[in-house]
């Protein structure tokens, strides 16, 4: 399924040892950027003025001068992803509207093979280094990839 992946990691950043806890996008999601544990009851994402206050992953690249970039295929607004993603300061956010009206969307926007042409089409003229952050929606009922 990836055979070139193992020749990216001399030229990546790998991560071996990292996890998301949770068992909703959200609160994976500020696990990954701000290493911040899932709670049991609410998300932080939901409680801005705690959100604001989190360390994020980019803030040292782009102190490294990476460029950033983060890919969703449905509503930047679900689930208040939106002003989180905004307080990472990504410099470019892609959504589902971004996508075109694409005839394969279902319960949770564009399906993954879009988001991952819109993020390699992207990154092929992106400056180096960067890190792009993309969310998947196939691992989400009604698992429906097309």
Same mark, same amino acid.
């Given at each position: 399924?990836?055979?070139?992946?193992? %020749?990216?990691? @001399?030229? %990546?950043?790998?991560? *071996?040892?990292?996890?998301?806890? $949770?068992?909703?996008?959200?609160?994976?999601?500020? *696990?990954?950027?701000?290493?911040?544990?899932?709670?049991?009851?609410?998300?932080?994402?939901?409680?801005?003025?705690?959100?604001?206050?989190?360390?994020?992953?980019?803030?040292?690249?782009?102190?490294?001068?990476?460029?950033?970039? &983060?890919?969703?295929? $449905? @509503?930047?607004?679900?689930?208040?992803?939106?002003? &989180?993603?905004?307080?990472?300061?990504? #410099?470019?956010?892609? $959504? #589902? @509207?971004?996508?075109?009206?694409?005839?394969?969307? $279902?319960?949770?926007?564009?399906? @993954?093979?879009?988001?991952?042409?819109?993020?390699?089409? &992207?990154?092929?003229?992106?400056?180096?280094?960067?890190? %792009?952050?993309?969310?998947?929606?196939? %691992?989400?009922?009604?698992?429906?990839?097309?």
């Amino acid at each position: 399924m990836t055979p070139f992946l193992t %020749s990216l990691i @001399d030229s %990546s950043l790998l991560f *071996t040892n990292i996890y998301s806890s $949770g068992f909703r996008t959200d609160q994976g999601l500020v *696990t990954m950027m701000s290493a911040f544990p899932a709670q049991p009851n609410v998300s932080i994402i939901w409680q801005n003025n705690k959100a604001e206050k989190l360390p994020t992953i980019t803030e040292q690249l782009i102190e490294k001068n990476y460029h950033t970039s &983060f890919f969703y295929g $449905g @509503d930047l607004g679900f689930s208040n992803m939106k002003a &989180f993603v905004l307080h990472n300061n990504y #410099e470019n956010i892609f $959504g #589902e @509207d971004d996508l075109g009206n694409e005839k394969n969307f $279902g319960k949770w926007g564009a399906p @993954d093979e879009a988001v991952f042409d819109k993020q390699l089409s &992207f990154l092929q003229s992106e400056k180096q280094p960067f890190f %792009s952050y993309i969310v998947t929606s196939s %691992s989400h009922e009604p698992y429906k990839v097309p």
